[in-house]
């Protein structure tokens, strides 16, 4: 019966424990509709609830009759074009109810959803394209310049007639139900495939754990491709709750998801530490009043900027870290920060997950000894989509156990309080604004400009906050201000603005170390990162009581420079899109006006 399955049969024999919850027997196909998997659970509150609401976006109410209706009807389109179990099909939507409704859809027929991040560049999407190969693309009006391959308008599609009373699901616990994308070490990126029982454990996981119910309202504003949004979308419709979907220009907009909770009365929201750390910047957050809990992932948490956040929210608010890779459906670890702590741990692991800790050779560590933490478990991906070799290089069988494992490459430690912390990585790969990112992928995209002969990007630590810096050797002499602009210019149509660099050097030769490769820390140490950034805007001088001052001095602040130039735009000097929303709040503060941030 799993003769079809990616996971061989050891595998399949050691997780009986662990899916023992789902009461559902190993060998036994998830026919005849699962009474526990997830996606059973929604249609259910589709049906007795009819009239309660379900989703919320722009001044538009869709109750949960409404939203069985768009499934049924994207489903049923889905079948007239063929759609089968196990088949990718990728969506191309900003995030709306089309993309709940299309994510229910897809993964109700045993197909794959896959999402494509409308923010991203064609040429970026034209990789996660390829790489995936979907049957077919959901979309709204003509196909997008990157999606090469078969595209359906969901509003060309027929609302149907006389909807059926229940969808019968037909899915075993290890069918692959998503596929998402990570940076990957050789430019392009690479798709994780996770399965239904993974995706189950962990939503249920979060719906016992904090006592969610009908009366949550949950914020939903993360990117699409980031596999956060999938818990953002379904938990709210798991209890019957209400989800509100922010627009996708504004989930970097502090104020106006302020004003999203605030007026709508979330309950559940998930911030990055940075985006939190701007979020915090609004006054009128101490008065968020509905907030119950407010989940942190996606980067290291620092003391500082938790104890910050539990002094600024209302005193009932509840602060969480959870922790996660892609490779393990969403999350495996959850702690909740306590005021004044002074140490930031993972906390334990959810329900059937296991930690360990490994040295090189993959042997368990003792308390309190570094090592790599690896995770076991039913929230396991199946693989790499496509790429075997990788995925026996990261999933392995432990030693001493006979289990299953994936390496995060990450350096951490059980503590002497039986608690999980988290150490930093092991190899070239690292955090920005949430997003998973290998160094190498900027690189190798960088090698793709053709006024690039080499280059090197590292990061650089200052205060709380990780710059990319590129170092660079040119294929010609040329002037250094004209070259880096072009490659500014044409990294930004490659990558997303999380893997755009900061600050560009220019080499004629990279120094290198006894060995004779390049020195890397060298590179750092040559760079001279200018003061530290402050969050704050100060007071002007009476040197700077001109407009044009008053601006420059914001964006030394914001920037963390001496030498910004009056004539040099602001992306060019470092900025970046989380850098922007700063720009506009301390104007806007400054100034005493209003800013629209696409304006600006």
């Known amino acids: 019966e799993y003769q079809d399955s990616l996971l061989p049969a050891w595998f399949m024999q050691s997780l009986v424990a662990?899916?023992?919850?789902?009461?559902?027997?190993?060998?036994?196909?998830?026919?005849?509709?699962?009474?526990?998997?997830?996606?059973?659970?929604?249609?259910?509150?589709?049906?007795?609830?009819?009239?309660?609401?379900?989703?919320?976006?722009?001044?538009?109410?869709?109750?949960?009759?409404?939203?069985?209706?768009?499934?049924?009807?994207?489903?049923?389109?889905?079948?007239?074009?063929?759609?089968?179990?196990?088949?990718?099909?990728a969506v191309y939507l900003p995030r709306s109810y089309h993309v709940l409704a299309a994510a229910c859809a897809i993964m109700s027929l045993g197909a794959i959803y896959c999402p494509l991040d409308v923010t991203f560049p064609d040429i970026r999407i034209k990789s996660i394209v390829e790489d995936a190969s979907p049957v077919l693309c959901l979309g709204l009006g003509s196909r997008s310049k990157g999606v090469n391959c078969p595209w359906l308008n969901i509003l060309s599609l027929a609302k149907i007639k006389q909807l059926p009373e229940t969808i019968s699901l037909s899915l075993l616990p290890f069918d692959p139900a998503y596929l998402m994308y990570t940076s990957g070490t050789t430019g392009r990126p690479k798709g994780v495939l996770n399965h239904h029982v993974g995706l189950s454990n962990r939503l249920m996981w979060m719906l016992q754990h904090y006592s969610a119910s009908s009366e949550d309202v949950v914020l939903h504003k993360t990117s699409l491709g980031f596999d956060v949004s999938l818990w953002e979308m379904f938990i709210p419709l798991l209890t019957g709750g209400t989800c509100i979907i922010a627009n996708e220009q504004d989930q970097y907009q502090p104020q106006i998801l302020v004003n999203l909770i605030q007026t709508h009365q979330v309950t559940l929201c998930h911030f990055v530490p940075s985006m939190l750390r701007m979020m915090l910047s609004q006054n009128t957050i101490a008065h968020l009043d509905s907030l119950r809990h407010v989940f942190l992932s996606g980067e290291a948490l620092s003391p500082t900027l938790a104890n910050k956040?539990?002094?600024?929210?209302?005193?009932?608010?509840?602060?969480?870290?959870?922790?996660?890779?892609?490779?393990?459906?969403?999350?495996?670890?959850?702690?909740?920060?306590?005021?004044?702590?002074?140490?930031?741990?993972?906390?334990?692991?959810?329900?059937?997950?296991?930690?360990?800790?490994?040295?090189?050779?993959?042997?368990?560590?003792?308390?309190?000894?570094?090592?790599?933490?690896?995770?076991?478990?039913?929230?396991?991906?199946?693989?790499?989509?496509?790429?075997?070799?990788?995925?026996?290089?990261?999933?392995?069988?432990?030693?001493?156990?006979?289990?299953?494992?994936?390496?995060?490459?990450?350096?951490?430690?059980?503590?002497?309080?039986?608690?999980?912390?988290?150490?930093?990585?092991?190899?070239?790969?690292?955090?920005?604004?949430?997003?998973?990112?290998?160094?190498?992928?900027?690189?190798?995209?960088?090698?793709?400009?053709?006024?690039?002969?080499?280059?090197?990007?590292?990061?650089?630590?200052?205060?709380?906050?990780?710059?990319?810096?590129?170092?660079?050797i040119l294929t010609k002499p040329q002037p250094e201000q004209d070259a880096v602009s072009l490659i500014k210019y044409q990294l930004s149509k490659r990558v997303p603005t999380s893997m755009q660099p900061e600050d560009y050097r220019v080499y004629t030769a990279f120094p290198c170390d006894h060995n004779g490769k390049i020195d890397r820390l060298q590179l750092k140490q040559d760079y001279q990162m200018p003061r530290s950034h402050s969050r704050h805007y100060h007071q002007a001088t009476a040197d700077e009581n001109d407009i044009k001052f008053k601006i420059e001095a914001i964006w030394r602040n914001i920037l963390g420079r001496v030498d910004t130039k009056p004539l040099t735009a602001f992306f060019d000097e470092g900025g970046t899109s989380m850098a922007l929303v700063q720009l506009q709040y301390y104007i806007e503060d400054g100034f005493g006006v209003s800013l629209d941030l696409m304006s600006l």
Not at 44 to 72: F, M, S, V, W
């Open 18 to 89: 662990d899916i023992a919850y789902l009461n559902l027997a190993i060998k036994k196909p998830l026919v005849n509709d699962p009474p526990h998997h997830w996606l059973k659970v929604v249609l259910q509150q589709c049906a007795d609830r009819p009239d309660a609401i379900a989703i919320k976006q722009n001044g538009r109410t869709l109750h949960y009759r409404d939203l069985y209706e768009h499934i049924i009807t994207l489903r049923q389109g889905l079948v007239d074009h063929g759609i089968q179990s196990k088949q990718v099909v």
């Open 309 to 472: 956040a539990l002094n600024s929210l209302p005193k009932e608010t509840r602060l969480h870290n959870l922790y996660g890779p892609t490779e393990a459906s969403i999350d495996v670890t959850a702690c909740e920060i306590t005021k004044n702590a002074t140490n930031i741990t993972l906390g334990h692991p959810i329900q059937h997950t296991r930690i360990f800790i490994v040295d090189e050779y993959h042997k368990p560590l003792p308390t309190d000894t570094l090592g790599q933490i690896a995770i076991a478990g039913v929230g396991l991906a199946l693989g790499y989509y496509e790429q075997p070799a990788l995925t026996q290089q990261a999933f392995i069988t432990l030693p001493h156990s006979n289990e299953r494992v994936y390496l995060t490459g990450d350096r951490g430690k059980w503590n002497k309080q039986g608690k999980l912390e988290f150490h930093g990585r092991m190899d070239r790969q690292i955090k920005r604004f949430g997003q998973r990112i290998e160094l190498a992928d900027i690189e190798a995209n960088l090698m793709g400009c053709s006024e690039i002969e080499d280059v090197v990007v590292e990061p650089i630590n200052q205060g709380e906050d990780t710059h990319l810096i590129a170092f660079l």
